[in-house]
Structure formats: structure tokens, C-alpha cells
């Protein structure tokens, strides 16, 4: 995933500076930070205890349940591992509530956002529920989105049993999205450079990981405009993997407890300034102090109110489901993890600058990606010849990574990719693809469905030469009426997403329907250069076929299938639609569209 604006500061999904023109707002920045004169230094003499995953334990509940189940139902093989794709907002909600539910030793949160609202409040107050019962609580959080209303999060910081670091931190004031946003144009490399990471581990056995940040707008809650998104939940070895790349960012020197940032009376007094101001958002201590009554728990003191959260909202959020992981069915096969290392991200000097970089930092190797170099039976993909291709690991990032492999493809190759910007290597690995006989289906955000318009310029820059070479594009529809249907979530099953918005968020790849492949990481230059990403790697047959099935329900009815006709563009509406064909971006204005071909040649990919 990049860094880009959503329609609501409350639901944020990305950053705004790297994605949005700063230019015309750099003069205005200026003027309110020299009138509030906000100006804080990132603290030089940080104490960062280590600390390190547990081992994982048979005498858990979720310890015996994994095992259990892999005695049961296993038949990969003792270094396999269960899978289940996450698909709909209830599945991944409600997965994430069973584990926090059903920890009895770590709960281990890595995100690039948290987002102050109904559907986190409800998660955090289980968080702080379980630490209150005794386990131990880590949370990594991005720093971008710490501050405003989102800052009010950081008060997990100071609950009992709860550690909270924030990586990359800016410099301003939290109370002040302008000032944090000049320090982010003076130091704007650094800046634009985030921690993309999302895992979601409990008791080191079982984990939810893929796109999906934590607030409303990921949960089909929020009142404008939700995202489409896809995570997995994962039992056994892999989530081994998943702790100890956990482990090398929460104890890297880029991360910051909270303690060293801000204090609880200054996250206090934001919060009261907020409510004297009647700003919305009030409150937002987004289930930080819970209570609960004898029925239904009701939503946690400091939980935003008023115009920031509905009523209708706290309910959706507090009606959600724990999944039955014991009744959950799962795939089980093979899996290895890639992850960027932290050090992708420089390091910050005494002044609060950014210190440059002397080497790439590479990919995190674990033993799994180790042992897979040397067993032909754990390779992801095969060469023609029957050879044993190397995983993706001599590569800088995760992105490359999933660059060298696409070489592996034989007959087909599937991408979900919400933010696609390819660059020269990915447009020749697709060209070549093609040459050799592999159909190559393309699926990512239209502009009218995207939340970030200027991000659609570096894909579309390149759409003629992608179809020209042979690639199959599809562009999401924004409409509700059938997404949710098509991509098996079940339309029409929630009144409340009637007529809303809906974005493409979700990182797929499905490979000759044997290997695939989810995370963190979108296809563009700020995923390869800039994000920090993570990815698994499962090599099954049931697991790419279930996401085929799903993906291709989305492409027949969910989306406009890009092609050239008498070389001009033509985006076909789906067979039985009430959709015509369109010669222009789909259901998008003539400015925007002109605003965007003015830009589009002083924005080089690498912003986008």
C-alpha cells in the first residue's frame, strides 16, 4: 500500500503529504507554524528495552488449538501452516477479536495506522482487557497519523501491561497537523519514507496479516466510503516468521516509545482543548478505559462521539462477531514469509535530519527462506526446464522480490494491486510473460474508485503500453450495488453500504493457481523505494484456487475491463450490467480529468 489521501481526515488510509500537491499548501503550512511557533525535536537519549516473541506453547488455548487442528487436518506436512482468506469486514474483524480474546501471552500490533474511531475503539478495549489479565501488549505503530484526533490512540502507551513505540517519528506538534506537516516538507525524504507493515500475532501461534489498517473505513463502517480489502489468518510455523521480523522493528533504533514523544497529561489535555473547541472527534481514546453492562458492552469512555461517530457506527462496530477459530476452516500448506528490513527507513540524526543511507537494506531472511533455498519441495515456482529457481531474496525490497518471480509464471498470473504504478522492470517481466504464453490479468483501482486521484497518473501513464504488450487490465467499479457480491462478501446483507463508495485495497498475486501471495505491498515505486512492506508466500493449489474464484467473480461483474479499439481506450462494462461501454475515465468529472493530464508530467512515479 502507498501513502495517499482518503476522503475523510478521520479515516485516513494514507499519508497525505506523498500523495497529494504540496505545493499549494506549502505556503499556508509556513504561515501557521511560524504564527503557533510549534517546534519539537526528536529526543537523542532513548532507552528501547529488547524484548522478543515468546515460544510458542502447547499449554495456550490458542497453542493447543493450532496443534490440535494440525494433528487433525494436516497432511502438508510437520513446517506447514493453516490458512484462511479474510475477505469480508466480519472475517477480518472478527478474526482479530478471537485472538485478542483468546491470548493468554502476547498480543504483538504492527501498523502503519490506527485510526481513533468505533470499529478500533471496540478492538483496543479488548486489547486493554487482555492486558489487564496479564498479557503482554506491543504495539508498533507508523507515526504519520499520530496526531489530531488519531494522537489519542497513543494512550494505550500508558496502560498497565502495554508497550507502545512509534517508528519514524515526525517532528511538531501533535496538537497541529500543519505544523508536523511543514517539518514534513523540510525533512521530506525521510518524511514520505514510512513502516507499512501490518501484522496482527497472538501468543506467537496464530496471526492475521495483508492490507488491512485498523479503523472504520477498513471494516465496512464508515459512513462515506469503505475499502475492499483482503487479510489472512494464519496457525502454526509461519507465525514464527512473522514474530521475529516483529522483533527486528520493535527493537530498531527508528523505534520510539511513546514515553519519549509525549506525555499522558499532554495526550489529556489535546483531548480536553478538543472537546472545549467542540471540535469532532471529542474524546477518542479510542478504548482506552472500558466498561461494560450486563447485556452488550458498551462503548468505552473517551471513545470519539458526537459528529466524529454515530450511534448507528458504535453499534456496527460493537455487534461484531469473534470468529469461531475452532470451526473455521483452514488450508494447510507450506508458507515463507519476506519482509523489508527496518533499516529501508534511514535513521535521524541530533538535528531531527535524515541520515543518508550507504547501503540497500535488503530483504529479512528468516530460516524458513533459508531452508527453502536448499528444498526443491518448498520452492514457490518452477522453471520450465524443472529447474530450482532461488525465492525472491536477492533482491532490496519485497517488491523486487515479487518482480523476480513473476519470471517463474508458465500459463497464468493474477494481480490484485490497488495502487499500481509498474515500473520499466515489472512492464518488461509482464511483456515477457506474454511472449511466453502466460495470460496476465491485471486488476486495480478506476479513478473514479481510487482515493488517491493523483496516484492514478503513474498507472495510467502506462496503460496503452501494458495493453498493447498483451496485459489484461481491469479497473474496480466504485459502485456498491454488486462489488461485495462479486468478490464472494456478500452483498445486500448490510443495508448500510447501500450507495457507499467503495476502494480497492486489498494485495494479491496468484501464480500458474499454486502459489499465493498476499501482504502489505502494492506494485509501485513507493512500495519498492519508500514503505517498508511484508509479504507470505503459500505454495497451495486450494488457496490460489479460492482467491481466483473470488477475484474472477470481481473482474466479471465488479469491474471495467480496459481495452484498445481502433487505438483509442475503452473501458467495457460488465456482461448484464446496467453499465454502457465509456470512452473516458469512468464516472469522473472533465477537471479532474484535466487537472490530472496537466500534473501528470511533473509527477515522476517514484511520488506516487
Given amino acids: 500500500m502507498s501513502l495517499d489521501p482518503v476522503p475523510s481526515p478521520a479515516n485516513t488510509a494514507h499519508a497525505l503529504l506523498p500523495r497529494s500537491q504540496v505545493g499549494w499548501i506549502a505556503g499556508l503550512v509556513m504561515a501557521a507554524v511560524m504564527l503557533t511557533g510549534c517546534a519539537t525535536q526528536l529526543p537523542t537519549q532513548v532507552e528501547r528495552p529488547m524484548s522478543h516473541a515468546v515460544s510458542p506453547s502447547a499449554s495456550t488455548a490458542l497453542g493447543a488449538l493450532t496443534y490440535q487442528r494440525k494433528q487433525a487436518e494436516n497432511k502438508a506436512g510437520a513446517e506447514a ?34 485510526h481513533a474511531d468505533a470499529s478500533t475503539a471496540r478492538l483496543l478495549d479488548a486489547v486493554v482487557k487482555a492486558a489487564r489479565r496479564g498479557v503482554r501488549v506491543r504495539v508498533l505503530l507508523d507515526d504519520f497519523h499520530g496526531t489530531g484526533r488519531n494522537a489519542q490512540v497513543m494512550r494505550l502507551a500508558f496502560e498497565p501491561n502495554i508497550e507502545m513505540r512509534m517508528f519514524n517519528p515526525l517532528m511538531g506538534s501533535r496538537d497541529s497537523p500543519l505544523s508536523r506537516m511543514w517539518y514534513a516538507v523540510t525533512d521530506f525524504q525521510r518524511a514520505q519514507q514510512r513502516m507499512h507493515n501490518k501484522l496482527f500475532l497472538a501468543d506467537n501461534v496464530m496471526g492475521v496479516m495483508g492490507g488491512r489498517n485498523l479503523g472504520d473505513s477498513y471494516f465496512d463502517n464508515d459512513d462515506s466510503s469503505n475499502f475492499l480489502d483482503t487479510d489472512v489468518l494464519i496457525l502454526g510455523p509461519v507465525v514464527k516468521d512473522l514474530s521475529h521480523s516483529f522483533d527486528r522493528y520493535w527493537n530498531n533504533e527508528r523505534a520510539y516509545p511513546v514515553q519519549s514523544l509525549i506525555s499522558k497529561d499532554a495526550l489529556l489535555a489535546m483531548q480536553q482543548a478538543s472537546q472545549a473547541s467542540g471540535a469532532a472527534g471529542a474524546g477518542n481514546g479510542a478504548g482506552l478505559s472500558g466498561s461494560a453492562s450486563t447485556t452488550r458492552p458498551m462503548p468505552p469512555d473517551g471513545e470519539p462521539r458526537g459528529g466524529s461517530v454515530s450511534t448507528e457506527q458504535r453499534a456496527r462496530a460493537w455487534d461484531m462477531e469473534a470468529l469461531d477459530l475452532q470451526k473455521t476452516p483452514l488450508v494447510w500448506a507450506r508458507a515463507v514469509m519476506i519482509a523489508d528490513e527496518p533499516s529501508k527507513i534511514p535513521t535521524v540524526d541530533s538535528d531531527g535530519k535524515t541520515e ?47 518482480i523476480h518471480l513473476l519470471a517463474y509464471a508458465k500459463k497464468d498470473l493474477l494481480i490484485v494491486s490497488p495502487y499500481f504504478v509498474p515500473n520499466e522492470d515489472m512492464r518488461s517481466a509482464f511483456k515477457a510473460a506474454v511472449e511466453r504464453g502466460v495470460r496476465v490479468r491485471i486488476l486495480t483501482n478506476s479513478l473514479s474508485s481510487n482515493d488517491a486521484p493523483i496516484a492514478h497518473v503513474g498507472y495510467a501513464r502506462y496503460r496503452e503500453e501494458l495493453l498493447r504488450s498483451g496485459v489484461d487490465l481491469y479497473e474496480l467499479i466504485s459502485d456498491d450495488s454488486t462489488l461485495r457480491a462479486a468478490f464472494g462478501v456478500g452483498s445486500g446483507q448490510n443495508s448500510f453500504l447501500e450507495g457507499k463508495r467503495i476502494m480497492l485495497h486489498g494485495k494479491i498475486l496468484v501464480l500458474d493457481g499454486q502459489l499465493f501471495v498476499t501482504g502489505s505491498m502494492n506494485l509501485d515505486e513507493r512500495s519498492k523505494l519508500q514503505n517498508t512492506e511484508i509479504a507470505v508466500l503459500v505454495r497451495s493449489r486450494e488457496l490460489s484456487r479460492q482467491a481466483t474464484s473470488m477475484i474472477e467473480r470481481g473482474l466479471q461483474s465488479g469491474a471495467w ?29 472533465l477537471p479532474l480529468r484535466l487537472m490530472l493530464k496537466i500534473i501528470s508530467p511533473f509527477t515522476p512515479d517514484s511520488m506516487l
Fill in 561 to 589: 475491463h480496459v481495452v484498445l479499439q481502433d487505438g483509442k481506450l475503452v473501458w467495457k462494462a460488465p456482461q448484464g450490467s446496467q453499465l454502457q461501454d465509456e470512452t473516458t475515465e469512468p464516472d469522473t468529472s
Fill in 81 to 114: 501452516s493453516g490458512f484462511q482468506i479474510l475477505a469480508g469486514a466480519q472475517a477480518a474483524y472478527g478474526a482479530r477479536l478471537a485472538l485478542v480474546e483468546g491470548a493468554q501471552q502476547t498480543l504483538d500490533l504492527q501498523y502503519y495506522a490506527i
Fill in 356 to 402: 543518508a543511507m550507504t547501503t540497500a537494506p535488503g530483504v529479512m531472511e528468516t530460516q524458513a527462506l533459508r531452508q527453502l533455498r536448499l528444498r526443491s519441495t518448498q520452492v514457490a515456482a518452477r522453471v520450465s526446464a524443472g529447474g530450482t529457481p532461488q525465492p525472491p531474496l536477492a533482491a532490496d525490497s519485497v517488491v523486487d522480490g515479487l
